[in-house]
């Protein structure tokens, strides 16, 4: 064997015994705005490395749900994922006092610039649970969807909707408002749609269209519910494996391409909402009066859930936010 060869295959050797490998499971799909930029951010992270750092994602779900790919990273079997709602607040409750309902009345930038300043805050608390945070998503305002006609927020009563099974937020916006609670994994939304299991759903405009709830659905409460939000966590075992020097120019580039998602994730939105009204969905507009009605409910909810899903002092710093 020629040196030449020795010295390229030692070479190689030493390279893979010091590459870092993060494997992360998300739940977007392959093709979509989502995917797309992930990719790109991981071939940067991987370059701007010298192939030290690697990112190998997981799309469509195919690692399972959120709460799925929680369970395999604390065995191990991962290191990351993009996690959302309920199994964001399983990390750090907290952070789930951005998406209390009837907060932000449709105003999405007011929305961002709340978990923007809050964002240090909540990353604290993510540390404290074992896990480091690249980025926040702005994944949308929240919608109601449903097969029954409702033109007030008092005609909801009694509706069969679907909830993700343990999410508190929701229980108790279901108990508030005397909903019907149909706890199911969110794969099963499209077909329990479909076979009446539930009558309505609720998620943001892409995440609607997404998942295909558009062809199983007759209305959208045109009344967004409350302001939904992800973040890429990466467990702080894996994150601490990541040397020094590599991890200013992961958290760059990671911050690069969450912000190109989110900008993505405005126009996909908005794109959204005319796909579905373009395949005939009613959008139903509730009266003025149910604004007090939602303020009521409101808070309900939050004497619920203060002390309990989030902290009394998370409250506090997010009311003198607003």
């Known amino acids: ?18 590459a870092l490998t993060l494997k992360v499971g998300v739940l977007a799909p392959e093709g979509t ?28 779900g195919s690692q399972g749900d959120e709460p799925d790919v929680l369970r395999k990273i604390r065995i191990g079997q991962l290191h990351g994922g993009i996690f959302t709602g309920k199994t964001l607040g399983d990390i750090n409750g907290d952070a789930r006092v951005l998406e209390v309902p009837f907060t932000f009345a449709g105003d999405r930038e007011k929305a961002l610039k709340t978990m923007n300043t809050l964002a240090p805050y909540f990353n604290k608390g993510f540390k404290k649970n074992e896990f480091h945070n690249l980025g926040f998503f702005e994944i949308g305002m929240v919608y109601f969807v449903s097969q029954v006609e409702t033109p007030s927020l008092q005609s909801l009563k009694g509706l069969k909707i679907w909830s993700w099974e343990g999410d508190k937020l929701v229980s108790s916006m279901i108990s508030a408002m005397d909903l019907v609670s149909v706890p199911l994994p969110l794969p099963d939304v ?27 659905i007759k ?49 996909d939105n908005e794109d959204a ?48 936010t607003l």
């Open 1 to 18: 064997m020629s040196a030449k060869i020795v010295v390229t295959l030692l070479s190689f050797f030493t390279l893979s015994a010091h």
């Open 219 to 267: 209305y959208l409460v045109d009344f967004p519910l409350a302001y939904s939000t992800g973040a890429m966590l990466l467990s702080d075992k894996a994150w601490k494996k990541v040397k020094p020097e590599h991890r200013k120019i992961i958290e760059e580039i990671s911050a690069k391409y969450i912000d190109k998602v989110n900008a993505g994730n405005i126009k």
């Open 190 to 216: 499209l077909s329990s749609l479909s076979t009446g299991i539930v009558q309505a759903a609720y998620a943001p405009p892409l995440g609607i269209v997404s998942l295909q709830w558009n062809t199983k």
């Open 33 to 60: 705005n989502w995917a797309k930029n992930l990719k790109k951010m991981a071939k940067e992270i991987k370059k701007a490395t010298n192939k030290k750092v690697k990112m190998k994602i997981y799309f469509g």
């Open 273 to 320: 909402l005319k796909a579905i009204k373009s395949m005939g969905v009613k959008f139903l507009k509730f009266p003025d009066k149910d604004l007090e009605l939602a303020k009521k409910y409101r808070k309900i909810i939050i004497k619920k859930l203060k002390g309990d899903l989030f902290s009394a002092e998370a409250w506090d710093k997010f009311s003198k």
